[in-house]
T-cell receptor, first 115, second 111 residues
């Protein structure tokens, strides 16, 4: 079946621009996670949704980062006034069950470059 | 801060041999661990999950969890050049609800 999809796959933004990154999880998956991966590092947790509820946003690095999942399916990660340090790969993962103790499946990621 | 530690490598193994990848973790209460494979320029792909002490085998892969010593390992038997990738170990600890990942071990299988 279809896996997690993300768009766009690549995004170049000028410093100060706003960007929106989309994630379409595996159909029926309850949990959705956003991670940020810098070059040579493992993914770092940003935020977690269970259905439409954002239960954990402790990993969002600043108030410029905002995520939503209004209908409990597709999610959008928005970054306002992008900075060079925001350059990274943004990964979305989904899981069929609630919480962190179950298998998460990743999408292909969006590579964001801020110039 | 819950941490997962891995040796970044590179770990070089001849084709056909057993590759052994290791990971240690800080939180004694962690119950579940995952191994992901990540090819260069691609996203992480789940290859193994382990939820209890002992060994779990799936094809050429064996995951081992030792809660007393707080380590997780991944064995790859009959290593193939296509196994060359970065292997990420993950456990609970990213925020309250996410995973925390190690930096990954870069594995090279030499033909």
């Amino acid at each position: 079946g279809a896996g997690v999809s993300q768009s766009p796959r690549y995004k170049v933004a000028k410093r100060g621009q706003d960007v929106a990154l989309r994630c379409d999880p595996i159909s029926g998956h309850v949990s959705l996670f956003w991670y940020q991966q810098a070059l040579g590092q493992g993914p770092e947790f940003l935020t977690y949704f269970q259905n439409e509820a954002q239960l954990d946003k402790s990993g969002l690095p600043s108030d410029r980062f905002f995520a939503e999942r209004p209908e409990g399916s597709v999610s959008t990660l928005k970054i306002q006034r992008t900075q060079q340090e925001d350059s990274a790969v943004y990964l979305c993962a989904s899981s069929s069950l609630a919480g962190k103790t179950y298998e998460q499946y990743f999408g292909p990621g969006t590579r964001l470059t801020v110039t | 801060q819950k941490e997962v530690e891995q040796n970044s490598g590179p770990l070089s193994v001849p084709e056909g041999a057993i590759a052994s990848l290791n990971c240690t973790y800080s939180d004694r209460g962690s119950q579940s661990f995952f191994w992901y494979r990540q090819y260069s320029g691609k996203s992480p792909e789940l290859i193994m999950s382990i939820y209890s002490n002992g060994d779990k085998e799936d094809g050429r892969f064996t995951a081992q969890l030792n809660k007393a010593s707080q380590y997780v390992s991944l064995l790859i038997r009959d290593s193939q050049p296509s196994d060359s990738a970065t292997y990420l170990c993950a456990g609970p600890g990213g925020g309250a609800d996410g995973l925390t990942f190690g930096k990954g071990t870069h594995l090279i299988i030499q033909p």
